[in-house]
């Protein structure tokens, strides 16, 4: 008799984990170039035609691995973003994707720091990291909209600058932290502060 539905179902899924687990260590400790199929299969216990009855292609296994990725970025942001005022919201959001980093070093070097990881397994065309970076052109466009902003701010030039400064900051702890002394913390209130101070309208002209 087949085995029923839901045990053939749970292996599968427990087929494409274990795959993508594997796909993820190869990537980590010897980088993208290294993930072919034949090398995920051998990792994973598979022959290499069994993989691609869970994914077309390499490709395709690398999107799933930034997808989650960044929909984890995403869901450690989404508290931060539901801050009412735009200029604390941007500080929690600040706190909360480096904290991410902090917290999940291994997935925020697979998204963000692997050469050649990034554009094979994102393009800029995932929606989880779209909704993150929604999150931080929100603050912005709820200052412009309030008049909170100097005259020819804009909100998504704005939004990029703000998250290469909290990515610089993140990404020099990880890979070079015996040479940034500065608790993390401190670092990117002093980069914020400064990015806002320059592009907020000042009291007297207001």
């Known amino acids: 008799m087949p085995a029923p539905a839901a045990p053939r179902a749970r292996r599968k899924e427990d ?9 993820r260590r190869i990537v980590l400790e010897q980088g993208f170039e290294a993930l072919t199929m034949r090398r995920i299969a051998d990792a994973a216990g598979y022959s290499a035609a069994a993989l691609y009855l869970h994914f077309e292609n390499r490709e395709a296994i690398a999107r799933e691995l930034g997808e989650a990725g960044m929909r984890a970025l995403l869901a450690a942001l ?15 959001l ?13 997935t925020y070097r697979l998204i963000f720091m ?15 990291g779209a ?9 912005f466009a709820d200052l412009a909209a309030s008049g909170r902003l100097r005259q020819g701010k804009a909100p998504e030039a704005l939004a990029l600058t703000f998250w290469i400064l909290i ?8 890979t070079c932290s015996a040479f940034l002394a500065a608790p993390e913390e401190d670092l990117i209130a002093d980069a914020l502060d400064s990015l806002l101070h320059g592009v907020l309208v000042a009291r007297h002209e207001s």
Do not use: N, Q, W
């Open 131 to 139: 909704a993150a970076f929604a999150l931080i052109h929100g603050a």
């Open 167 to 174: 990515h610089g900051t993140v990404s020099l702890k990880l």
């Open 78 to 92: 989404a508290e931060a973003g539901a801050t009412p005022d735009p200029v604390a919201r941007l500080a929690a």
């Open 94 to 106: 600040a706190f909360a994707y480096a904290a991410f980093g902090r917290a999940e070093p291994d």
């Open 15 to 23: 087929a494409r984990a274990r795959i993508l687990a594997e796909a």
């Open 114 to 128: 692997e050469p050649g990881f990034a554009a094979s397994a994102l393009g800029g065309k995932d929606e989880a």
